[in-house]
Every structure is written in C-alpha cells, then in structure tokens.
DNA sequence: TTGACAACAGAACGATTGTTCTCCAAAATT
DNA sequence: AATTTTGGAGAACAATCGTTCTGTTGTCAA
C-alpha cells in the first residue's frame, strides 16, 4: 500500500489551489502542468494515492471528483490566545468544511478557535472561528495573528512611534508593544460563528 | 441572441443536482442522460445559453466550470432592519457562496445580510452575513429575525411580564414590544464575516 | 398552405483523453 | 558493491470528447 508522502501533500494543495479557482478537475495533461511534472502515468498514481488516502473519488464512469475531505480546512487543535505551538501544521484536530467563499487560497488558510474576549469590540468573541491566511507581511489595520512568546494571538495591527504594535479590541488590554521584530503569521480574512 | 427559456431552468436545476452529487460537470454525452435528450450538438445550445445568463463559464482550454451564481443560495436583497419585503425567495439580488457547514438545512435557511448597529453588543456588525433558518417558532434567549412593521428585524427573542420581547444588543436602543403576537421569521444559526 | 422558426436527432471527424506498457536515473537499502 | 525502491519520462492506442454540419420534426403565425 503506497503511503502518503509529503510530496503528496504538496500534490494535493497545488490541486486544491486549482480546484478553488476553476472548480474542476483537470485532465491528466493539464495536471502535469499544475503538479510541474511531465508523466501522465505518475500523474494517475499521484491521483490514486491522493484517492487512497481519501481526498479523491471516481464516479462510476471514472471521472475524478473530490471527497469530502478534499474540502476540509485543518480546524487547530489549540486556539488562537492561548498557548499554541508555533507549527500549525499539525491537522490531528477536528475538521471543518467550509466553501472558498472565505477562502481565495485554500492553502495557505487556517481555520482558528478564537479564545478570550481581547478582541470583543471588534465582534470577535471567544469561541468565534477565524479564517486565517498565513502570510508574513500585513498592512496596518489589518486583523493579524502574530506569535507573541511563543503563543498566537489575534490582534490589529498599528504603529506607535515609529515602531509596529498589536492593538487589542477591548479597553481590558493592553497594547502589546514587542521589543524587537514583530512575527507574523497571518492575517484574519474572514470569521463564522455558529449559534446554538 | 437566444433568450433563457423556463426549459432552460430545469435543464439548469437538472445540472446543478447532477453537480451536487457528483461535483463535476460531465460530458456532453453523460449530460444527455442528465437533460434526458439524445443529441449532443443540442446540448452544447442548452450550456451556451447557460453560460449567457451567467450560470457556467468555460476556462481557457474550453471546459465548462460552473459560474458564481450556479452555486448562489438567495441572499436576501434588503437588509434584516431595513424595510424587507416577507417573501425572501426572490433571488434578484447579489450572489453569495457558502458551503453546508453552517447550513443544515439548506432548503429552509436564507443568507441575510445585516444592516445597522442594533445587535453590536452581540458581536453581530453591520454587513455582516446572517445565516437565518426559516422557523414559525424560537426559544427565550435566540437571537431571531422576526417581522416588525412589514420590516425584518434582528433582535434576541426575550420575555417581560408574560409578553414577548425583542430586545437589542445596543445600549441606544429601545426594547421593542409587539403589541399583539409576534411574527417570527426565523432564527440566527450562523454568522459570516468578510475582512477586506 | 406556406413558410419560418424552435427544438431537437444523428453522423462525421480530428483532437484529446485515460490507460497501459516499457524504460531510466538517482537514492536508499542491503 | 550490488540491488531494490522511488519518482518519474515517454510512447502507443482505442475510446471518448467536443465540434460542426446537415436533417427532421412540430408549432404557430401569416
């Protein structure tokens, strides 16, 4: 039983990229292009293994369509405030489907539990799932996840004095100011609640 | 330029269950089978008026994908707060694509945008997304859409004195007190938050 | 009653598809 | 040092695909 390698994964998101914008599959020709390789036949196995570790279907007349899972969005094990591994890439949690509609780039988004009330004046309540899109860089305003201490937390970006600071949506808080460079891990593109 | 005929809608709803289940758009043969005709060139007519009225595009290499408004669910035109007409299933207005994570039951819930302040206390913002299930009843303590003054109305459904309340999540307003029984048009299930 | 148009059916055809097969170089294992 | 495994390349081929073109109905107005 061939296992699924990391390259896979790699595979897999450049797929789901595609998927999210042209929401469809693509013929093997075309995937040699997405997955930058040149073998139709490595194209099917790469498909096969992605079928066996459940991303991928077939329909009884053999067209690739993704499963379920395809969809899902890792839903972190830990949440945003309280003291969370930096490395998010660990998808052993609880998993959440949710359309692209939230999500322009499947995979460089996360899906984070909002803890703790900091950010309540922004309509950000603990328990709320944001969706995060990991980049480095953000502008000021923006809503960012920035690693503080080795933790995540949620808060707008500003600047005092010349110098970036985390600006926390209730008057309870104080503004982080963070001694040397500012980490970045994302940026907050979209929120959902569910009620009940 | 040919007109989208009512047959042309239920050769579209035909396409959309046949994408629900299978999550690909077949091939012109397959589709024969799905609009239940014979001929292949009349199936390429049907998704070229399709793709007129803006429910299929094709990409670059010529393959059908479906459009935004293929998957829209009916976003309500008016906002909850402004004056809504009761009918809801009008489906004129913006479109709006989300998956069935927070809709249960798809067939009875309404994507509502929501407009004003009056629930700001609540974390829910002006232009915010409410994902309303359709219900003649609720239970103390929802947060419901009820219908006030021929008007939709966010506010969480709350008793005094034996009657009925709906009560707002914002200081500077005022508790709203049906004279005779109140109408409820559903209640809150969901929330959805665009950042940029 | 004619004639136009809408709603298909069906054939023909080159391009593209998925499949299978053989081959190969580098890395890992023995 | 020898050998197996991994990660692909590439060719060949029948089946299928989308396209185009020509017919064939039924309908409805003139």
């Known amino acids: 039983m061939a296992d699924f390698s990391s390259k896979d994964s790699e595979y897999l998101s450049r797929l789901q990229d595609y998927y999210a914008e042209w929401k469809s599959i693509p ?8 997955f930058g390789i040149a073998s139709k036949s490595w194209v099917k196995a790469i498909l ?10 077939r329909t009884p007349d053999g067209v690739w369509i993704p499963a379920p899972p395809f969809f899902a ?6 949440a945003v405030q309280a003291g969370m591994p930096v490395a998010v890439s660990a998808t052993q949690g609880e998993h959440f489907v949710i359309d692209e509609m939230l999500i322009e780039t499947p995979s460089r988004s996360v899906l984070i539990p909002v803890k ?18 990991k980049r480095l860089t953000a502008n000021l305003g923006d809503i960012v996840v920035a690693i503080v201490d080795d933790a995540f937390t949620l808060k707008t970006l500003d600047k005092e004095a010349g110098k970036f600071v985390l600006r926390p949506a209730n008057a309870a808080y104080p503004v982080i100011r963070p001694e040397a460079s500012l980490e970045i891990f994302g940026v907050l593109v979209g929120l959902i609640r569910k009620y009940r």
């Open 27 to 34: 013929s093997y020709a075309a995937l040699c292009e997405v």
């Open 48 to 57: 096969n293994r992605l079928a066996e570790a459940g991303f991928l279907e």
């Open 73 to 78: 969005r890792p839903l972190a094990e830990s």
């Open 116 to 133: 703790g009330d900091s950010m309540i004046e922004a309509g950000i309540h603990d328990g709320d799932v944001a969706v995060v899109e």
